[in-house]
DNA sequence: TACCAGGAGAAAA
DNA sequence: TTTTCTCATGGT
């Protein structure tokens, strides 16, 4: 149903899987708009690499992550996280790492939790792993369909249970949940049970 | 002016 | 072990 509304999405917004990384550690509550600027400024002072965000001094890039917000939480963060990519060998490397073993690595990464790092395997390395973010939440718990306050893992491998492993699907059926919460968050709900989706009876789109 | 937005880790209970 | 607190900016 959103994918005959909004179609495809291709997500996710970023020009190459490590640009998706750094998004990734940015956009942790955070509206992506303000990912935007970070990323922006990050670009315009040419430190989208790895081993150019572990050089540069720490107060500047935090300064360039201003606009993202928790700058120097973010800061550490992403330092953390392209020291472990540079020290497992860069991209290449890390891509034949099978998925289990490679999101326990992320996760030991002190500043990615489940969700960032199950962005970076679903987006930047094409990971059949099912993202579960606020959206998804509030989406499927005004749907009743899942209760919002269920652990991440048990959320996650039911999604992967009833979807089967198949990244393009995730990749895309995130991305729907995303733009549709985002196009529905203007809207209020119609009653306590609204689901703001054309599926609610008291709705359409 | 107040509230919200695609988390995660540390500290406290 | 579980809950609470802290980190912070930009948009509405």
Known sequence: MLHAHYGPQHWWPGNSPFEMMVGAILTQNTAWTNVEYAIKNLKTNHCLTPQKILNVDIADLAMWLKPSGYFNVKAKRLRNFCQWLVNAGGFDAVS???TNTLRKQLLSINGVGPETADDILLYAFDRPVF???????RLFSRLQLLDAN????HLRHQFEKNLGANAPLFNEYHALIVIHSKQSCTKKPCCSNCCLTSVCPSRSL
């Open 96 to 98: 034949q790492v099978e």
């Open 131 to 137: 993202v579960i973010d606020a959206y998804t939440r």
């Open 150 to 153: 269920e652990g991440y893992e």
